[in-house]
């Protein structure tokens, strides 16, 4: 935490700047609590220079032996066939960018029961190398297992990075992962860049008010999570060929007490598709009822697209949860974004900006959405879009 040098003069100015109220007076002078975060908000306003960052003594680790940029890949069943999750492809793009710039090999990590049938479909997107990890045991997602997988692979190939999916598997992974090799972890990165060497993971922070640049010099690999939608996936080149490396490790014991009794698919809606609609018609307060929310389904089923919601129309439980488009719900990037009634607060557009073509409804010609959108409609949405759905209609005839 913050140091308090002994010329403080007990003024207090230090106190109102703290973000996190880590600071107060006591007996004329400042004292620090543990709530302390050494943001430095402090240092900047005290008069007579008695705030200071506490001193480092530890060396620095020598970091020139881990090299390659690592991208865990995570598969799904789908038509009972095995594939590669599309937020792995754009992962991969995002990662041949990156390990460009570092002039370092890009890599993925794949654990299943058979990955070889995998390989090619990684290798297209421009990776140089290919972690292999194939045994029966690994047919089913288990924690203790691929955890184990990636720490056993880190040890033993040293990466300089690793980027993992912001799923459910990636989300539960990733953390266990950082806790073995005592490395730190970004969640839910929306922007990933290079600066000095470093890896510059940026995500909302404050409630999505304000995009924090997060860095880790001292420490490898670097690992951040990454939303589906937010990287641009690259066109595949199925000429180039991956050096594959394949790897025989055992699932641990650890993960064997752990079995699957039952597995049970929940039927899919809409809703859940959001995330891989090329059409998305979200709606904010503006559609006041559910009635409103009625007529944005309409005009979902005649463009063949799925219904989203602000959090603003979730709070005010007009839709259920699982379609919020933003900072705390799903990130999309579809073809088409219609976004009706909704303001455009920044926690919505974070889920939203990487969109190809945004229209925009909403009465109020101030509202931030229309400097997000290519298209803007002034008007009040429960009126303009029964006119779209009528005009999309005609058209069709």
């Known amino acids: 935490m913050i140091t308090v040098k002994p010329n403080c003069i007990g003024c207090g100015k230090c106190v109102p700047v703290c973000p996190f109220g880590a600071l107060s007076l006591k007996d004329g002078k400042i004292v620090v609590s543990s709530a302390c975060t050494m943001c430095g908000a402090c240092i ?5 220079q008695a705030l200071e960052m506490p001193v480092k003594t ?48 890009l890599c993925a990590v794949v654990i299943s029961e058979d990955a070889t049938k995998l390989h090619d479909e990684i290798s297209s997107y421009g990776t140089n190398k290919i972690y292999s990890v ?8 288990n924690t203790a297992a691929y955890s184990a997988v990636v720490v056993n692979l880190i040890e033993k ?43 510059v993971q940026t995500r909302p922070a404050f409630g999505g008010n304000i995009m924090a640049d997060i860095l880790c010099p001292e420490h490898r690999p670097q690992m951040a999570t990454v939303r589906p939608n937010v990287m641009k996936k690259a066109e595949p080149n199925a000429d180039n060929k991956a050096e594959i490396i394949e790897e ?26 959001l995330d891989q609609a090329e059409v ?36 005010m439980g007009l839709i259920p949860k699982k379609a919020q488009v933003g900072q705390s719900g799903v990130t999309v990037s579809p073809k088409v974004y219609i976004a009706c009634g909704i ?38 949405a429960n009126q303009v879009i029964p006119k779209i759905i009528e005009g999309v209609e005609k058209k069709q005839k």
């Open 44 to 48: 900047k306003e005290c008069p007579v």
């Open 248 to 273: 025989k490790i055992a699932v641990s014991k650890e993960a064997v007490k752990i079995k699957i009794i039952k597995r049970h698919v929940a039927k899919v809606c809409k809703m859940d598709n």
């Open 157 to 199: 190939y040293k990466p300089s990075m690793i980027l993992y999916p912001s799923t459910y598997e990636g989300r539960d992974v990733s953390p266990r992962v950082a806790a073995e090799v005592f490395c730190g972890l970004t969640a839910d990165c929306t922007a990933l860049s290079i600066k000095e060497g470093n890896l």
């Open 343 to 380: 303001s455009g607060a920044v926690q919505h557009l974070v889920g939203m900006e990487n969109s190809d073509t945004v229209i925009a409804v909403n009465k109020d010609p101030q509202a931030p959405i229309f400097n997000a959108c290519k298209i803007g409609l002034v008007g009040d």
């Open 58 to 105: 530890s060396t620095a680790k020598d970091l020139s032996a881990y090299k390659g940029v690592w991208i865990y890949v995570e598969t799904i069943i789908d038509c009972g066939k095995e594939i590669v999750r599309p937020v792995s492809l754009e992962l991969l793009s995002k990662g041949r960018e990156l390990a460009g710039i570092l002039n370092e090999d």
């Open 280 to 315: 998305v018609i979200s709606g904010g307060r503006g559609m006041k009822n559910k009635e409103g929310f009625k007529m944005l389904n309409d005009l979902a089923d005649t463009l063949g697209g799925s219904v989203g919601a602000s959090r603003a129309a979730i709070d």
């Open 134 to 141: 194939s045994d029966a045991g690994y047919k089913d997602y």
